[in-house]
T-cell receptor
Framework: AQSVTQLGSHVSVSEGALVLLRCNYS??????LFWYVQYPNQGLQLLLK??????LVKGINGFEAEFKKSETSFHLTKPSAHMSDAAEYFCAVSSFIGGNEKLTFGTGTRLTIIP | GAVVSQHPSWVICKSGTSVKIECRSL??????MFWYRQFPKQSLMLMATSNEGSKATYEQGVEKDKFLINHASLTLSTLTVTSAHPEDSSFYICSARGGLRGAGSTQDTQYFGPGTRLTVL
């Protein structure tokens, strides 16, 4: 079985401050890990993903995440928050179950940017 | 690249009617498509997985006779909510993946559509 835990359902940071959204996972096989962003009433947009190779992954809009196997973590960071970063962020882990791929999502973290 | 569209973006219908939602991969061939349901302020719940030309695989608790899924081509999957009731009101999101895991790009990532908001009166 696989699961994803996102610590903090709500995170608020000041504009220009560091953004840190936490994600821990469990998986019985080497995981593929993803961060998606969702703006109100819209679908999910892929921010970045880790499959194999370099553990520090850079994504769109200045976000990056580091895969730490020893900590089973895949935290999302951005050095300087922008007002447009306000959205819901979902961490997800992918694996194959019963011959089908399954993407398991965390419960999401709502990011608020304080002007 | 890797764009997925959904139609309609929103729909309002009367209780007892059926509603069809389309999901299209616009610039890649989607061997597998997924249908999710999202309740307000909650995460996405996988409803079913469909491979082109095959019957969909439904998650436990999802009524296959109520949520009919067809994946007739490599670029189109449809979800039909039959005899809709108010409790079926939700945000339905599809995603598409291009191929086998490990092959890179569209083949190891799900790309999501913009979602369809269904309201059943």
């Amino acid at each position: 079985a696989q699961s994803v835990t996102q610590l903090g359902s709500h995170v608020s940071v000041s504009e220009g401050a560091l953004v840190l959204l936490r994600c821990n996972y469990s998986s019985s096989v080497p995981p593929y890990l993803f961060w998606y962003v969702q703006y109100p009433n819209q679908g999910l947009q892929l921010l970045l993903k880790y499959t194999t190779g370099a553990t520090l992954v850079k994504g769109i809009n200045g976000f990056e995440a580091e895969f730490k196997k020893s900590e089973t973590s895949f935290h999302l960071t951005k050095p300087s928050a922008h007002m447009s970063d306000a959205a819901e962020y979902f961490c997800a882990v992918s694996s194959f179950i019963g011959g089908n791929e399954k993407l398991t999502f965390g419960t999401g973290t709502r990011l608020t940017i304080i002007p | 690249g890797a764009v997925v569209s959904q139609h309609p973006s929103w729909v309002i219908c009367k209780s007892g009617t059926s509603v069809k939602i389309e999901c299209r991969s616009l610039d890649f061939q989607a061997t597998t498509m997924f249908w999710y349901r999202q309740f307000p302020k909650q995460s996405l719940m996988l409803m079913a997985t469909s491979n082109e030309g095959s019957k969909a695989t439904y998650e436990q608790g999802v009524e296959k006779d109520k949520f009919l899924i067809n994946h007739a081509s490599l670029t189109l999957s449809t979800l039909t909510v039959t005899s809709a009731h108010p409790e079926d009101s939700s945000f339905y999101i599809c995603s598409a993946r291009g191929g086998l895991r490990g092959a890179g790009s569209t083949q190891d990532t799900q790309y999501f559509g913009p979602g369809t908001r269904l309201t059943v009166l």
